[in-house]
């Protein structure tokens, strides 16, 4: 009894542990994203991403604007250093397998100056071991936010 016992508690420390580091990985990519924004580095930017991702914003009627991927980055490396700054904190991060779902509301500043705020949600696929943005979709608003 007390080996089943400790054969089954070693299998959940070890999913425990895989659950821990896979949400740190995740975090490390969606982190590089917009470190790679704030530091107008369309590089890093692009390193967060699938090669084919989408990106989508949900205006307040509901409409569904999609941006290419490659026009988002190039944007990036316009701006100087500082000028976008995302603020995210993480709300719900669920793995299952190769697939995470992510959600972060948001506040975002541009040239410091409170601009507006949202939440993303972020669908991310497990690629040869790394995390990679596969699909991206984002609310944005100007009033009840938290400053």
């Known amino acids: ?30 982190n590089n994203l917009f470190i790679g924004m704030k530091n107008a580095d369309a590089k890093m930017v692009n390193s967060a991403f699938s090669d084919n991702a989408i990106l989508q914003t949900i205006s307040k009627e509901g409409n569904v604007k999609t941006e290419e991927l490659k026009n988002f980055i190039s944007s990036v490396s316009g701006f ?18 190769n697939l995470a779902s992510v959600f972060t509301p948001y506040e975002f500043y541009f040239k410091g100056k409170f601009s507006h705020c949202g939440a993303n949600s972020f669908q991310l696929v497990q690629q040869n071991n790394t995390w990679k943005i596969q699909y991206l979709i984002d609310t944005r608003r100007k009033e009840n936010c938290k400053k």
């Open 80 to 97: 100087s250093k500082n000028d976008l700054d995302e603020k995210i904190s993480y709300l719900s991060i669920q793995i299952d397998g």
């Open 1 to 30: 009894m007390k080996k089943i016992f400790f054969t089954v508690l070693l299998f959940i420390n070890c999913f425990c542990f895989a659950q821990a580091l896979d949400e740190t990985q995740i975090k490390e990519t969606i």
